[in-house]
């Protein structure tokens, strides 16, 4: 009996010494990328980074300050179209569908549109927009992160509206609620919390997205505040000076994956915020 | 006596199925109008289920059948095409278990006035400390009306969930079991709210606690495996019940 003991207290080591070194093993990674991106990022974040167009090849300074603008615009119009079509979704297939096929469907769709790889979208979008419409544009670039989005949005809200119970959706319909007062007034308050910190995660994920984009907004030297123009983003700047000959670029390749890095955690910083201060209240 | 009573629901023949499971079977009784009507008897024996008919709270659920009539002051309302919103608006109920929502204590009662279309913030708010003081609970939660109601105990949120129900005031209010998890003082201030209530509501309570059944009913019904054995009087079925089940029950040595 002690030996039994002996052995299980073995087997409770080893599991608990395993699966300490795997997570020792991803924070390990996980810090040296934000060392280097810190290190080798930090020196580039200067006035002119900030605030000039990029420079001609081979020419010192210039900035990036063109594509910090276009990839928030990227961001928030893909989210200000994903998010609100991706909550719906979510919201029929918790509180309206259910059972019913068409819900079925719209879930196994999505399941496949979460795994599929972030540039089968963009050529999606190049095909759908960029051929019709003549050229890359804004428009195409924030309708492909949109396409992204949307299914991570749809799983998430409908995850988080399962975890109503359905016995406070009974009581609010035994009050005599109309389903769309349940659903707006009582159902959503209580996936507020979760529905927030996915959105946000989702808007996270996109926001780092390079692959769509090459196909869709592609890249400018010069400022686009145009619909239906080529757009400078972040990651994509990332990607040209980080193959590019010149040194200059690749510290500035640095310095915009260490802003992006950045403006990532202040956007789940800010869902953690959002989701306490207004949690159940 | 019975000459100056009225009606206020009737069931005639109610079988009731979840799916192809029969769970009621010929259910006849009379809920009178003003009067408190308790249903007692073993556990699983159908009383949540026939309360929820009377609400027609089966219908969320798909594959759930009625077979027979409920008589809302003579109309049937397991008729076709029925508002079921207006329905549930003129028959509250009380949960077994508490189904706060999430949001804050005031904001719960304040949630089923609005649905009343009452918009005036003051009348709310008098309504609102009414109902929790009827409902035992203003003492406690007068600090904290804004606070969320998930953080209330078990037992506070049930008082808060009689509360919401009685604060809109529906012709009829079912309860179930809603005293299983107070504590003896409340269970006291509950029963006289529901003995308060009855001079302007029909209630119908669900309850294991025979001595609770006794002091407030004036009516009682001994339900055992989907039927009901027996409906009549409460002082009659408590002292002299026609039916041996009925009696077994009571007493305590059922089984
Ligand atoms: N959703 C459902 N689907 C199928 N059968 C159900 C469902 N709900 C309840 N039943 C069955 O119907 C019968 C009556 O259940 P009900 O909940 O009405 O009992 P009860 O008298 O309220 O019991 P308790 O005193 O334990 O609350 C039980 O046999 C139960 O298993
Ligand atoms: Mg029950």
Redesign the interface.
């Known amino acids: 009996m002690n030996l039994h003991y002996l052995r299980r207290k073995l087997v409770n080591y080893v599991a608990l010494g395993i699966s300490l070194l795997s997570a020792v093993f991803g924070i390990v990674f996980l810090c040296w990328i934000l060392k280097d991106v810190l290190v080798l990022g930090l020196p580039a974040l200067n006035t002119s980074f900030f605030t000039e167009l990029p420079a001609p090849p081979g020419m010192e300074g210039g900035g990036v300050a063109n594509a910090i603008v276009g990839t928030i615009m990227i961001t928030v119009i893909a989210t200000v179209v994903g998010v609100p079509a991706g909550i719906l979704a979510g919201t029929y297939l918790s509180e309206f569908g259910r059972?019913s096929r068409v819900a079925s469907a719209v879930r196994f769709l999505s399941d496949i549109l979460v795994s599929a790889p972030s540039i089968v979208v963009g050529i999606f979008v190049y095909a759908l927009l960029v051929g019709p419409m003549g050229g890359f544009s804004l428009l195409a670039g924030s309708l492909a992160l949109a396409i992204i989005m949307l299914p991570v949005v749809i799983r998430t809200s409908e995850e988080m509206l399962k975890l109503?119970?359905d016995?406070?959706?009974?009581?609010?319909?035994?009050?005599?609620?109309?389903q769309w007062?349940v659903t707006v007034?009582?159902v959503y308050?209580?996936a507020l919390r979760g529905m927030v910190t996915g959105v946000m995660l989702a808007v996270a994920r996109v926001s780092g997205e390079t692959a769509p984009l090459l196909f869709t907004s592609f890249n400018n030297t010069f400022w686009n505040f145009s619909l239906t123009e080529p757009t400078a983003s972040l990651t994509v700047t990332i990607f040209n000076y980080a193959m590019a000959p010149y040194e200059e670029w690749h510290s500035i390749a640095w310095g915009a994956a260490l802003l992006i890095t950045a403006m990532l955690l202040v956007v789940t910083l800010l869902a953690r915020f959002f989701a306490r201060g207004r949690?159940?209240? | 006596m019975s000459d100056k009573m009225t009606e206020k629901m009737e069931v005639k023949g109610l079988n009731f199925y979840y799916g192809t499971k029969q769970a009621l079977k010929d259910i006849n009784l009379a809920v009178q109008e003003g009067e408190i009507t308790a249903l007692i008897g073993p556990s699983g024996c159908g009383k949540t289920t026939f309360l929820r008919c009377l609400n027609r709270m089966h219908d969320l659920y798909p594959g759930n059948r009625y077979e027979g009539e409920i008589l809302l002051e003579g109309k049937n309302i397991l008729r076709k095409g029925i508002d079921l919103i207006k329905l549930r608006s003129r028959i509250g109920m009380v949960f077994q278990k508490p189904t706060p929502f999430p949001m804050s204590i005031s904001d719960n009662i304040a949630f089923g006035l609005k649905l009343k279309g009452i918009r005036n913030r003051g009348e709310i708010e008098g309504r609102v400390e009414t109902a929790l003081k009827d409902s035992a609970l203003f003492d406690e939660v007068k600090d904290r009306l804004n606070t969320p109601a998930l953080s209330l105990s078990g037992g506070q949120q049930q008082r808060l969930c009689i509360a919401r129900a009685v604060a809109v005031e529906p012709d009829v209010i079912l309860m179930d079991e809603p005293c299983s998890a107070l504590d003896p003082v409340a269970t006291v201030k509950i029963e006289d709210l529901m003995s308060e209530l009855k001079s302007n509501y029909t209630v119908v309570i669900v309850t294991h606690n025979m001595q609770q059944a006794a002091r407030v009913s004036e009516y009682t019904g001994f339900f055992m495996l989907g039927e009901v054995m027996e409906f009549d009087r409460t002082k009659r079925i408590f002292t002299n019940p026609k039916n041996k089940m009925t009696e077994d029950y009571i007493t305590g040595r059922f089984g």
């Open positions: 059972k109503v119970p016995s406070t959706r009974e009581a609010a319909l035994a009050l005599g609620a109309p007062r007034q009582v308050r209580g949690s159940t209240g």
